[in-house]
């Protein structure tokens, strides 16, 4: 079974730094794909960036960017120019690419705070 | 569009009662996915239907079930209901089930068990 590691509980940053949020995984698959999820307080999950595993270019959305290390099964997101507005609880999945479809395997979280 | 819908939002049962939640995927969605997301066990697959068949099972027990129609809503049935079962459920669409597809979560039903 796969898993997913988040080992940074909660994180904090000031507005307009830079922020990497740590994530690790465990799978035996080559064929997977890894997202990070932001939940604000409104409990709304909403997708920030997806990497396809076979791809080796780092994927990336305007500030927000991922380092995706398959050798060491490490995907973490980093958060450029912060904002107030992301502030939240983020989520690194998993997914894989074969029967299991849909199924999202999750981290447990951290908490990010952005201070002004 | 219209993005992914739950009701009720917010449901107080007593313990051994049954509840049923409702998921309205995107329209033209097919597949309808269910989290389980609490404090101590963070979120947890449930279950994932693709017109109208269950294609993936979390592991949860029997007392959990959920079906999905053929306009693509889907409800979820939780029997005999425990303390343990309050939480906040999420449901999720995508197009298909094809690994790369994007899902997009609905704003979720918040279980009170008492």
């Known amino acids: 079974a796969q898993t997913v590691t988040q080992s940074q509980p909660e994180m904090s940053v000031q507005e307009a730094e830079t922020v990497t949020l740590s994530c690790t995984y465990d799978?035996?698959?080559?064929?997977?794909?890894l997202f990070w999820y932001k939940q604000p307080p409104s409990r709304q999950m909403i997708l920030v960036i997806r990497?396809?595993?076979?791809?080796?270019q780092n994927a990336t959305e305007n500030r927000f960017s991922v380092n995706f290390q398959k050798a060491a099964k490490s995907f973490s997101l980093k958060i450029s120019d912060s904002q107030l507005g992301d502030a939240a609880m983020y989520f690194c999945?998993?997914?894989?690419?074969?029967?299991?479809?849909?199924?999202?395997?999750f981290g447990q979280g951290t908490i990010l705070t952005v201070h002004p | 569009k219209a993005g992914v819908t739950q009701t009720p939002r917010y449901l107080i049962k007593t313990r051994g009662q049954q509840v049923t939640l409702s998921c309205s995927p995107i329209?033209?969605?097919?597949?309808v996915s269910w989290y389980q997301q609490t404090p101590g066990q963070g979120l947890q697959f449930l279950f994932e239907?693709?017109?109208?068949?269950?294609?993936n099972k979390g592991n949860f027990p029997g007392r959990f079930s959920g079906r999905q129609f053929s306009n693509s809503r889907s409800e979820m049935n939780v029997s005999t209901l425990e303390l343990g079962d309050s939480a906040l459920y999420l449901c999720?669409?995508?197009?298909?089930?094809?690994?790369?597809?994007?899902?997009?979560f609905g704003p979720g039903t918040r279980l009170t068990v008492t």
């Open positions: 799978t035996s698959e080559s064929d997977y794909y």
């Open positions: 990497q396809e595993a076979y791809k080796q």
């Open positions: 239907y693709f017109s109208e068949t269950q294609r």
């Open positions: 329209s033209g969605h097919r597949s």
């Open positions: 999945a998993y997914r894989s690419g074969g029967t299991s479809y849909g199924k999202l395997t």
């Open positions: 999720a669409s995508s197009l298909s089930l094809a690994g790369e597809e994007e899902q997009y």
